[in-house]
């Protein structure tokens, strides 16, 4: 969009008389259409304000909480045995990749299968058997997707 600027200039007529006692009355020739420069804006710009400085408490640094659902000691026992016979499994068809020239996908699934398992495992060491239960077999399916596709 191409934008014009016009001059508006006032039309004074020829004066014989060396000094005005008031100011002549001027009248201004202004075009038909004047062009918007620049977009006017809604709200005017917010102030830049500092931002405040937060200081680290100096006392030893307090675990943040874990939510975890309650669940009974059977529960898990049960969920122990089945995370760690998805892992054992999910390791095993991850074994019988190893060597193996795998296309983009077969990789993918492998990568897949690692990075289940060792949330699995992480969510054992932080007690959390029923996220470890969840991520091994996740980890445990795709590897046996893997497996198949040899």
């Known amino acids: ?11 004074i007529p020829p004066s014989t008389e060396a000094a005005l006692e008031s100011p002549p009355e001027l009248e ?3 075009p038909a259409m004047l062009p918007e420069i620049a977009p006017s804006r809604a709200q005017p710009p917010r102030p830049h304000v500092a931002a405040p400085v937060v200081q680290e408490p ?4 307090q675990a943040e909480p874990m939510i975890a659902p309650e669940v009974p000691t059977e529960e898990v026992v ?30 993918d699934l492998a990568s897949k299968v690692r990075g289940f398992a060792d949330n699995a495992r ?8 029923v996220k470890a239960k969840n991520l ?3 980890a445990e399916v795709l590897s046996e997707e893997l497996a198949a596709s040899f």
């Open 1 to 11: 969009m191409v934008h014009f600027v016009a001059a508006v200039r006032p039309v």
């Open 28 to 30: 201004a020739q202004a």
């Open 58 to 61: 100096t006392g030893p640094k």
């Open 78 to 107: 049960a969920a122990k045995v089945e995370t760690q016979r998805n892992l054992d499994l999910a390791e095993k068809n991850l074994a019988m990749a190893q060597g193996k020239a795998l296309n983009a996908a077969q990789q």
């Open 122 to 129: 992480e969510a054992m060491r932080s007690g959390d058997w």
């Open 136 to 138: 091994s077999s996740k």
